[in-house]
């Protein structure tokens, strides 16, 4: 089926009409690329902007990344840490501050925030994603933003997501949110690595995601950016088929979180198709979604 142009321009111009918003950020959009520290101004940016949606009274959630990045800086480590045991340290301080950080400038714009952290498990067990869903929405009820990440301190390969892409979709199907932001280290999707080719082609709009997409992105993890695109289009099929809009869109510069609600060309845009009857778990279960295979 050919989709016109105009009816996209239409779609993007509603997208201030949405009402459960998540918006996913990674941990290269967080910090300065030369020093790995944290990006104080782009983190306060951030905070704004999401404070701006929660006063025009939309319900706002966050994925953020951050917690092994920040630790890794707090204990001088010049390389990802390899160590199971390291690695978690370094999530269990560098999470604490990272929501230090998150809270203060929340504050300083009146807005409550919350964090919550979950593991494969937390959804798995229908009691407590039961209660995961419950919090979120007292939090709604109560105008507070919540800040998710993996609980990266206690998960194992068992039990984890692996990448905040899959966590972020499912969160999005979870609260039956209405748009997905996910704000990568790269404008979208193309139709191949642009750091290698030049001749690949940039796509802002995926009607549906078919085999043929799903094959063109794998095995671009990594050379895509952080959570690389093959996590991306899985995450873009878990939102679209609860019922969510998602957007791929350059979270160098947050603004264009703006740019998104005001209904600018920005970023690749997957369209929602709900699927009746979707069933979370099913996807959870499939290793395709659920991180490491
Ligand atoms: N949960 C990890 C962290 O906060 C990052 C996972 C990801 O970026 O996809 O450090």
Redesign the pocket.
């Known amino acids: 089926m050919q989709v016109h142009r105009t009816d996209i321009q239409k779609h993007r111009k509603s997208f201030m009409d949405k009402k459960r918003i998540v918006v996913k950020i990674?941990?290269s959009s967080l910090t300065h690329p030369e020093t790995g520290k944290i990006n104080l101004v782009k983190m306060e940016r951030l905070v704004r902007i999401l404070t701006d949606l929660r006063n025009m009274g939309k319900d706002v959630v966050l994925v953020s990344?951050?917690?092994?990045?920040v630790g890794r800086q707090t204990f001088n480590l010049k390389e990802k840490p390899k160590e199971k045991a390291l690695s978690q340290a370094c999530?269990a301080v560098?999470q604490a501050r990272l929501i230090m950080i998150y809270q203060k400038f929340f504050a300083e714009y009146n807005q409550m925030s919350a964090q919550i952290l979950m593991t494969k498990d937390t959804m798995l067990n229908p009691i407590s994603r039961e209660n995961a869903l419950n919090t979120f929405e007292k939090l709604f009820e109560m105008s507070v933003i919540p800040v998710v990440?993996?609980n990266?301190t206690v998960s194992t390969d068992e039990i984890e997501f692996g990448?905040?892409?899959t966590l972020s979709a499912i969160v999005t199907a979870l609260i039956d949110a209405d748009l997905l932001i996910l704000l990568s280290d790269i404008d979208g999707l193309f139709t191949d690595d642009p750091n290698v080719n030049p001749d690949a082609k940039f796509i802002d709009y995926v009607d549906y995601i078919d085999k043929d997409l799903e094959d063109m992105c794998k095995g671009s993890n990594g050379a895509f950016g952080?959570?690389g695109m093959a996590t991306k289009i899985a995450a873009a099929k878990i939102a679209t088929d609860s019922g969510a809009d998602m957007i791929i869109a350059n979270g160098h510069d947050v603004h264009i979180i703006e740019d998104i609600f005001e209904g600018k060309n920005v970023g690749t845009l997957f369209t929602a198709h709900k699927i009746k009857d979707f069933v979370l778990l099913d996807y959870i279960k499939t290793p395709q979604y659920g991180g490491k295979e």
């Open positions: 990674g941990s990344s951050g917690s092994i990045a999530a560098g990440n993996e990266d990448d905040n892409d952080t959570g």
